[in-house]
């Protein structure tokens, strides 16, 4: 007998930090009997590290299965055959379910891939689109789809004003994508995101309201808008999903053991966290600057390196580091981290999910934001949520050692760091109400499921 209300269809963009928040929400919903299946690139399945997860997962084609993204000719080739080869594999898909005991009647997806809104039409679906970023950068991007804003802005631009945000922009906190020489493609792939967006059902966004009640109400007023974050185990915050203790699909294989054992030895609120994610790389210059500015701060710190980077690393590094005072490993349980009382402050990137965890955990952090939404993040990090300190970058783009060694010491022992640290404590107490029984999150999630109940 089939007890379930709905079938979802879950699409995200293939990636780690876009999979990860739409396979939590997933989780999320199959608690409360909707069944998902989540559609991923066969690519991104291949490079999987584990599949430990209870939910359905079915492949669909980006049009390069060996590769992926890297066997593309550039980012515009990949999104342009993708959006071909996908729109076709996925409507392959959503028939093949048909034939199930609960035929799909609903897809969720990532905004990257505007295209499934017209596969969703096709088949007379109910469609959700699902924002991995938080409703302030959403709404920076909105602006830049309706024309108002160009990014990049130059540095002589005036600041950036964007309804429901009381804060000013400079064009350092604006999202920046220097980096690739293609910026210019991937702003028009973030504006594209809002190109058909007044055709779906409802939008969800991987951040709560409390964070951001002003920008959300203002977007409110032109999309069906949900806050539902945030998305991480529920472990971690209110504890219904008993099994829910990590992601569940991971790119890299974490050193757990060796990362808990050694923090295990440290004292509480001793040692700085330092990760930049799974995708952003740091320049030689800079990993030089970050290593002494570490060891400079006479604090123990848990260190990040994928082992693709390690090469960065100054001479000898490893080798000189004392036991106690350091250790670099190439990925680890970044929640088991955060969560562990020896965790003084969180080193980030500032990539939404890493903020959306520390902020969930109560970690205090130093901001060096790269590309992207970070600037972006880092601005909420300081100025709005005041949950941390940003180090700032010199004219070469460089932040210093000496930056990064002040920013620790600022955070985890002087006066300003305590106001901090208390910021922290409050935003996680916040956090796990929103999404326990009755808490905004929650009730956003309870009323998406009526709507697919009633289309069902």
Known sequence: MNTHKAHCLILPFPGQGHINPMLQFSKRLQSKRVKITIATTKHFLKTMQELSTSVSIEAISDGYDDGGFHQAENFVAYITRFKEVGSDT???????LANSDCPVNCIVYDPFLPWAVEVAKQFGLFSAAFFTQNCVVDNLYYHVHKGVIKLPPTQNDEEILIPGF?????ASDAPSFVISPEAERIVEMLANQFSNLDKVDCVLINSFYELEKEVTDWMSKIYPIKTIGPTIPSMYLDKRLHDDKEYGLSVFKPMTNECLNWLNHQPINS????????????????????AWGLKNSNKSFLWVVRSNEESKLPNNFIEELKVEKGLVVSWCPQLQVLEHESIGCFLTHCGWNSTLEAISLGVPMVAMPQWSDQ???AKLVKDVWEVGVRAKQDEKGIVRREVIEE????????????????????WKEIARNVVGEGGSSDKNIEEFVSKLVTIS
């Open 407 to 426: 920013c620790i010491k600022l955070v985890m022992e002087e006066d300003k760091g305590k106001l901090i640290r208390e910021n922290a404590k409050k």
């Open 166 to 170: 009381q804060s000013s922009i400079d």
């Open 90 to 96: 996925l409507s392959q898909l959503i028939k093949k």
């Open 375 to 377: 600037p972006m993040n």
């Open 271 to 290: 040692v700085v966290y330092v990760s930049f994610g799974s995708i952003t790389k740091l320049g030689d210059e800079q990993m030089e600057e970050l």
